[in-house]
C-alpha cells in the first residue's frame, strides 16, 4: 500500500555543505510550500547553439533566466550548455523557483557553492530585479521549521523571527549575496 510522507521537504531539500551548483529553493506545490535541490551544471560547448535542457522546470523559463543572468547578473552562459534538473523528480510550476534555479547555474557557472544552509525565492524579471513570490510568510515558516539558517528573497520580504532574511531587489545583488566565493 501507500504510506504516507508527513513532510516531503525532509526529502527533497537539501544539499550538501560546500557542494558546487546546488541550491535550495522553497517552492509552493499548489498552496504548500516545499523545500527542492535545484542541480545545475554547465559545461563548455563547441555547438553554434548551447544546450538549455532542464528537467522538472519549463525550457522557456529555463532560457529566460539564462538570458537574464548573462544581461544582468554578469554571468556569462554564452557559450555553455546549461544542464538543470529538480531532485527527486518534482516539476516546478511557479515562478518562485526562478532565483534558486538561478542560483544553482551561477554557482555551477563561477565554481562556488552556495552559502550554507541557506534556502531562496523569488520570481526574476526580465529587467533583472526580484519580483516578490507569494505566500512568503508560508515559505518561511516552512525554512524555519527545518533548519535553514538564512533566507534569500526579494526586497520587501518581511523578516521572521528566527531567520536571517537577506531581501536583495536584484539578480546581480542575488548572486553576490548568495554565492560563498571561498567554499568553492
Known amino acids: 500500500g501507500l504510506v504516507g510522507v508527513p513532510n516531503p521537504s525532509e526529502l527533497f531539500g537539501s544539499t550538501h555543505p560546500g557542494e558546487v551548483g546546488a541550491a535550495v529553493g522553497c517552492v509552493l506545490e499548489g498552496t504548500r510550500p516545499i523545500l527542492l535541490e535545484i542541480q545545475a ?17 519549463d525550457p522557456k523559463r529555463l532560457a529566460m533566466i539564462v538570458a537574464v543572468l548573462g544581461r544582468h547578473a554578469g554571468v556569462a552562459l554564452g557559450s555553455t550548455d546549461v544542464f538543470v534538473n529538480v531532485a527527486g523528480g518534482v516539476r516546478i510550476e511557479e515562478p518562485g523557483a526562478d532565483l534558486a534555479v538561478a542560483l544553482a547555474i551561477s554557482s555551477a557557472s563561477k565554481g562556488a557553492p552556495v552559502r550554507e544552509s541557506s534556502a531562496a525565492f523569488g520570481e526574476i524579471g ?59
Open 41 to 57: 551544471l554547465v559545461s563548455p560547448t563547441d555547438l553554434a547553439m548551447p544546450r538549455r535542457v532542464g528537467t522538472g522546470v
Open 126 to 184: 526580465l529587467t533583472g530585479r526580484l519580483r516578490a513570490a507569494s505566500q512568503a510568510e508560508r515559505r518561511l515558516d516552512e525554512c524555519r521549521k527545518l533548519g535553514i539558517a538564512t533566507i534569500l528573497a526579494p526586497a520587501g520580504t518581511a523578516p521572521r523571527d528566527g531567520l536571517r532574511v537577506s531581501a536583495v531587489a536584484t539578480l546581480r545583488a542575488a548572486v553576490g549575496a548568495g554565492l560563498d566565493p571561498g567554499g568553492g
